[in-house]
C-alpha cells in the first residue's frame, strides 16, 4: 500500500496563504523561539498550535532513547493533530531546528479559529485527522503492546487501541524474534502478557482500559464539582450526535464513554446505507469524524469513563456515579448507552471470548482468520456486513440463524450478496450448541433443522445475535420495557409518571423519560429503529427539547 504520508502529504502539510496566516494572528500571540527549544513533549498536554512565521520545527518519535523523524515545519506550516481538540497528551516531540518566529494558539483561540473561520477549519480538521491517520498508520505512537493471538486480553487492548485511534507498535511475543530484548529490558515475563509499555517508561500487566486510558491521556478530565448542562452517556452515533448539536448550539457537553466512540457501530466493517455516503463507511471511520466534530465545538468527551449508578434525587440536578467513585452533576441527562449482543447460553463461552469467540468483525479479527474456516451467527444487519466483510478473507463463512431465513431481520441489498457469495453458506433453522477447545477455540458444534448435531473444526465464531440493552446503571431512576429498555413519551404510562415524580402539567417529549429532563435515544431506547441514520436524527433531534427543558 502506497505511504498514507507521500499520498495525502499536501492535506496532511498544507501550506497557509499569507491572508490566511493574517486572519489566524488576530486570534494568536507572536513569538520568536530560539533553535533547540522543545515546543511541546511526549506525554505532556497539547495546549497550543504554532503556525511557522520564520524558522523551523522537528517533529519526531521518542522511541527507546532515539528518535524517528516524522516531519519539519516550513514558514507558513503549522503543529498539531487531533489530541489538540481533545485535550490528550502529545504523541510526538516538537523542537525548534532554526530559530524563528511563531504564531501561537492556545485551546480557546484554536476553538475560535476553527468555528469561525471554515477555510481554515477545513485545513486545519483534515490536517488533524490524517496526521492521526499517518501516526497510527505507521504505528508511530507513545504505546508498545506486547502479547500474543492466544491471548483473549491482547485483543481486548488492541481494539481499545485502535477503536480510540491511538498509534502503538504490536510485538507478537511468539512470533517475533527480537521480543527478548524488550522483555528483559522492562523485566517482563512471557507469562504476564500481555504487557502495554507507556512512553518507554511505564510497564502495564495485562492493564485494564481505564488503566491506558489514564497512562496516555486519552479523552477530558472529569469535573465531578461542575454543573454541566448536559451529560451524555455513551458515545455511539446517537449520543455523538447529541454532543455535535448540543455542543454547537452553546450547551455545556460531557460525554462519558466507557469504550470507545462508535458503541455497536464502530465494529461495522462497512456502513453502506447510510444516508450521503454512496460508497460506504466504515463504523470506526464514521464515529471518529463525529468524535471530532463534537470537539471542534467544545464538546469534553471522557474515554473509558463508565458510568455505573444514575441518582435521580441529587441536591445538584442528577448525578451519576462512575466505576472510579467520580460522581458528575448535570442538569440534563441523555442516555445513549445502546446495547451489546446477547450471550450464546453455552456454560463454557467465556473461555473462549477473545480467543476465537468475537463480538465485532473488525480489521484485527479479520487478520486473525485469514485463510479458515469461520462461523457468524446472527441474521440482523450487523451480522450480514460481517459475513460479507469476512468472505474476502477467511476461507469459507458459515451463516448459522435460528429462523426460516433473513427476510425479516436483514437488509434486502446484504440478503443478496450473502446469497450471490460462494464463500458464504447460509445455514437457517440452526444453531450452537457446543464450543471446544484448550487454550482457544478448536471446535464448534451446531445443531441443524433435521436435530443432527454436527461438529466442524472451526476457530473463528463470530456472535451477532439479539440485542441486550445497557441499562443495568440507571439503577431504578427510569422505566424500562419488560426486556429493559428505556421507555420515552407515548411508551410510558400514567404508573410510569407518577413513579417518576413527573412536575409539570405537559406530558413527557417525545424522547423524554418518566424523568423530566432525562432523555433517551438511539439503541437503547425502546421502540426505536435500530439503525445507525435513525440513532443519529434521534440524537440530534432531542436537543431542541433539551433546550426547551433547560428553559423550563
Known sequence: MQDIYDERRAQMFPKLAPAQIARIALHAKKRHVPAGE?????????????VVLSGSIDVVRPSMGAEDAITTHEAGEFTGEVNVLSGGRSLVRGRMKTAGDLLVLDAEALRGVVQGDPEISDLFLRAFMLRRM??????????????????????????????????????????????????????????EIPVVICRGERVLRNPTNEEIAECFGMGAAVNGAALRDLVVVGAGPAGLAAAVYGASEGLGVLVLEGNAPGGQAGTSSKIENYLGFPMGISGQELAQRAFTQAQKFGADIAIARTATRFSCNGSKGYEITLADGTIV?????????????????????????????????????AQLCAGEDVVVVGGGNSAGQAAVFLATRARHVHMLVRGAGLADTMSRYLIRRIEENPNITLRTGTEIVALDGTHWLQSVDWRGPDGVVERHAVSHLF??????????????????????????????????????????????????????????VGDVRASSVKRVASAVGEGSICIQLVHKVLAE
Open 38 to 50: 522543545i515546543l511541546f513533549e511526549q506525554g505532556q498536554d497539547v495546549p497550543h498550535v504554532y
Open 134 to 191: 499517518g501516526l497510527v498508520a505507521h504505528g508511530q505512537g507513545d504505546a508498545v503492546l506486547l502479547g500474543s493471538v492466544h491471548s483473549a486480553g491482547t485483543l481486548r487492548l488492541q481494539e481499545f487501541f485502535t477503536r480510540n485511534s491511538h498509534p502503538y507498535t504490536y510485538v507478537d511475543v511468539e512470533r517475533d524474534p527480537s521480543v527478548q530484548v524488550l522483555l528483559d529490558r522492562f523485566h517482563v515475563t512471557a507469562s
Open 329 to 365: 452533576h448535570t442538569r440534563a441527562l441523555v442516555i445513549a448507552s445502546g446495547v451489546q449482543y446477547r450471550k450464546l447460553p453455552l456454560a463454557n463461552l467465556a473461555q473462549f471470548e477473545n480467543v476465537g469467540v468475537y463480538y465485532g468483525a473488525t480489521n484485527i479479527e
Open 463 to 520: 456472535s451477532m445475535t439479539g440485542a441486550a440493552p445497557n441499562t443495568g446503571w440507571l439503577a431504578g431512576c427510569v422505566a424500562l420495557d419488560d426486556k429493559g429498555f428505556v421507555k420515552t413519551g407515548m411508551d410510558l404510562s400514567p404508573e410510569d409518571t407518577r413513579a417518576g415524580r413527573w412536575p409539570l402539567t405537559r406530558a413527557p417529549y417525545i424522547f423524554e423519560t418518566n424523568r423530566h429532563g432525562v432523555f433517551a
